[in-house]
């Protein structure tokens, strides 16, 4: 059967199904079973729009919808999502769910890197090449283009990360953010 054409259907008999799957066709096989009775819906969170792997969800991204049934791991508070970025695509009328989504990126590997001690008055700074891909206040290993050691710290922008107390006080500051949300 044509998806499309289910749709439809199904929307003139006052059903919605909103084909978050992005099906076009169903097949129905002989000595399949129906599950009794209707299928029960529920209020979630949803995404408004195709959203492509590491794009940044917006405010205007989400919208509440009715889907066939919501999981555990379902997203209930629209600010734990706005700002995270999509792990794979993500289709409209899909529930958002926290497995989706992550922080984003702001260091890839191989990425030049600005690594900053501070303290007490004093500022360094080194030049160096990412290691791995990390988000804010992920760990990131850093290779000095000087000495050419490697130094772990904390990533805090594009291109810039943290060692050090400052970067203990860009984990705190980043927590108690999190924890407000």
């Given at each position: 059967?044509?998806a499309?054409?289910?749709?439809?259907?199904?929307?003139?008999?006052?059903?919605?199904?909103?084909?978050?799957?992005?099906?076009?066709?169903?097949?129905?096989?002989?000595?399949?079973?129906?599950?009794?009775?209707?299928?029960?819906?529920?209020?979630?969170?949803?995404?408004?729009?195709?959203?492509?792997?590491?794009?940044?969800?917006q405010?205007?991204?989400?919208?509440w919808?009715?889907?066939?049934?919501?999981?555990?791991?379902?997203?209930?508070?629209?600010?734990?999502?706005?700002?995270?970025?999509?792990?794979?695509?993500?289709?409209?009328?899909?529930?958002?769910?926290?497995?989706?989504?992550?922080?984003?990126?702001?260091?890839?590997?191989?990425?030049?890197?600005?690594?900053?001690?501070?303290?007490?008055?004093?500022?360094?700074?080194?030049?160096?090449?990412?290691?791995?891909?990390?988000?804010?206040?992920?760990?990131v290993?850093?290779?000095?283009?000087?000495?050419?050691?490697t130094?772990?710290?904390?990533?805090?922008?594009?291109?810039?990360?943290?060692?050090?107390?400052?970067?203990?006080?860009?984990?705190?500051?980043?927590n108690?953010r999190l924890?407000l949300?």
């Amino acid at each position: 059967l044509d998806a499309g054409a289910v749709q439809a259907v199904a929307r003139r008999a006052g059903l919605d199904w909103p084909n978050a799957e992005g099906y076009r066709r169903i097949v129905v096989r002989s000595g399949a079973t129906a599950s009794p009775g209707p299928t029960a819906r529920a209020e979630a969170l949803t995404y408004a729009r195709n959203i492509n792997p590491g794009e940044i969800i917006q405010a205007s991204d989400l919208v509440w919808a009715k889907v066939a049934a919501a999981s555990a791991d379902a997203v209930s508070d629209p600010e734990t999502a706005i700002g995270m970025a999509a792990r794979r695509p993500l289709r409209a009328g899909g529930a958002a769910q926290a497995r989706d989504l992550t922080a984003p990126l702001v260091i890839k590997a191989g990425d030049p890197v600005t690594v900053t001690y501070q303290a007490g008055g004093v500022s360094l700074s080194l030049q160096g090449k990412a290691e791995a891909a990390a988000a804010a206040g992920e760990s990131v290993a850093v290779t000095n283009l000087t000495s050419k050691k490697t130094i772990q710290a904390v990533a805090s922008a594009p291109g810039q990360a943290l060692v050090g107390p400052a970067a203990d006080r860009f984990l705190l500051a980043r927590n108690q953010r999190l924890a407000l949300r």
